[in-house]
């Protein structure tokens, strides 16, 4: 089901195969039939996460790169939408003549040569299903890899499936049912799981292992206790713990090349586990009601304060119906704010006022994508007294659109896959605040917008100012805006929450979590 931990195993497993000195090329499967994740409301599936080359993907795929430090590519992330658009563009250009397509082998052999691409240049390939075992929509993916599984020497393939052992609280057992259920499921289509991972709250028990076993067809070593841990980058320990690398390495008939220490991440964890204090960041978003769709953001502050050795305790800010009364009481509760991406007009004009008061009262302030353009808007109104400026995308007929489409989206009507997407250079100023954070001239960034700040407003904002001090490769488009005079003060068009690792956090989040916690030491002066 939903939440249970799938992209969690996928990633530490591929972290650990990596960190064994193996080639790990992830790749996650969605049923859904959209194309890309990119035109789903965060409300129904969590964050859209961007890849380097605009792949617009689930939030699964920024698990994998933060667990591996890498970037990965379009070929990773599949959909049902895209297959089926791949088989209709190749039937239309004749490349089925004379056949009836079908599923089998149609489908299958097109999911099947979409995995093998990468046979060549990697060791193993990690392939993580969505959906739940039974679902329609994953199926024909589950049968394609079953023919995968039959094509290759049995050493060649490893199944491992992830289910679920709940604990009723009369009972208080746990109860191995929902398993059974869900792995008899997979025997009827032909698939026989080699490894069980058991999610639990607590450690499996040694009669519940024997009891999976028994009536699963595996082992009773190649039942993993899943259970749950406070930190999830302390899972893939827990996993050395329970040696699954020795039920995989059996499998798969390899050893390890090295030992997989992760020394560099128990340092990191050991710096999470005794913090030297503490600051609360708020999340000013209009998405707050679902926790995953600011994902990468949370990630992003734990990164920044784990190698700061400061507890980020990030809280989330609804800006849709927010009151001056509330903004006090968030102002005096946080550290500091960030105002994340977004669509559309609900919540914005709580995000200005949050702004405003930000700026005036010197709190520390990160605003990226949209949140650059809601600053931008606050500044023009306020500081510029450029009354009722706006963003076209909220107000078509605003006196002064500081924020307008970008030129080359004005004539686009398709919505998906055509926004400004994925990595770009971004040339930073010297001297400026941000040049300080990155130490470089030119840094590249991922970034997911359409609308941009008008270049006609800003002469009138760095006359008031407002400075810009990162632009793009040709100065046509503002990357960066910041206030100098400010404790921290800065907005991104780009989002560097989507290259922050933990092993390696984005700059501009560790100096603003560092910006917050001088900011709490003043505050009890």
């Known amino acids: 089901m939903s939440g249970l931990g799938k992209g969690l195993l996928a990633a530490s497993l591929a972290k650990l195969l990596s960190a064994s000195g193996y080639t790990v090329a992830p790749i996650k499967f969605d049923g859904y039939l959209n194309v890309d994740a990119g035109t789903i409301n965060p409300f129904k599936h969590g964050e859209v996460f961007v890849l380097d080359d605009g792949t617009e993907t689930d939030m699964d795929l920024g698990t994998y790169e933060r667990f591996l430090n890498a970037s990965l590519d379009s070929w990773s992330s599949l959909t049902g939408g895209q ?12 490349e089925f003549l004379g056949q009836d397509i079908q599923f089998i082998p149609h489908v299958t052999n097109e999911i099947i040569s979409w995995i093998r691409q990468k046979d060549d240049i990697v060791d193993v390939t990690l392939v993580e299903v969505g959906g739940t075992v039974g679902d329609i929509e994953n199926a024909y993916f589950i049968e394609a890899l079953r023919q995968l599984a039959l094509s290759c020497d049995r050493s060649d393939f490893c199944w491992v499936h992830v289910t679920l052992i709940p604990v009723l609280a009369v009972v208080g057992e746990q109860k191995t049912k929902p398993t059974q259920a869900s792995v008899k499921t997979l025997q009827g289509m032909g698939v026989q799981p080699d490894i069980l991972l058991c999610r639990s709250e607590k450690p499996l028990k040694l009669d519940v292992r024997q009891k999976v076993a028994l009536f699963c067809n595996i082992s009773a070593s190649d039942v993993i206790s899943g259970h749950d841990v406070p930190i999830i980058y302390e899972f893939p320990f827990q996993l050395l713990e329970e040696e699954i690398l020795t039920s995989l390495f059996n499998k798969l008939q390899i050893g390890p090349k090295k030992l997989p220490t992760l020394s560099t991440w128990r340092n990191i964890l050991e710096k999470i586990k005794n913090p030297i204090g503490e600051v609360v960041v708020g999340i000013g978003g209009k998405y707050t009601a679902l926790g995953d769709a600011y994902v990468s953001i949370v990630k992003a502050l734990t990164h920044a304060g784990a190698h700061l050795g400061i507890e980020v305790n990030p809280i989330f800010i609804e800006t849709t119906n927010i009151n001056e009364k509330d903004i006090d009481h968030q102002i005096q509760s946080c550290d500091g704010i960030i ?35 809601c600053a931008i808007i606050e500044y023009a109104r306020n500081v510029c007294d450029l009354e009722n400026a706006n963003s076209t995308e909220f107000a078509p007929d ?9 030129p080359s989206q004005r004539t686009v009507y398709r919505k998906g896959g055509t926004m400004r997407l994925g990595l770009y250079p971004v040339v930073i100023s010297e001297g400026t605040n941000v040049h300080a954070i990155y130490g470089e001239i030119e840094i590249k960034e991922r970034f997911r917008h359409r609308y941009e700040i008008n270049p006609d407003y800003v002469s009138q904002l760095v006359t008031k100012g407002f400075t810009f001090s990162g632009m793009s490769s040709d100065s046509s488009v503002v990357h960066i805006g910041e206030l100098t005079n400010h404790r921290f003060f800065v907005g991104t068009q780009y989002h560097p929450e989507f290259l922050s690792r933990f092993e390696q956090p984005a700059p501009l989040f560790k100096t603003f979590v560092e910006s917050c916690w001088e900011h709490k030491k003043d505050k009890k002066k």
């Open 398 to 406: 605003t006196p002064h659109p500081v924020i307008d489409l970008l």
């Open 83 to 94: 297959i089926f658009q791949n088989m209709i563009e190749k039937e239309r250009q004749g």
């Open 339 to 373: 105002i994340p991406g977004g669509f559309g007009y609900r919540g914005i004009e709580g995000k200005i006022s949050l702004i405003t008061r930000l700026r005036e009262d010197n709190i520390p302030f990160l605003g990226i994508c949209l949140g650059l353009q």
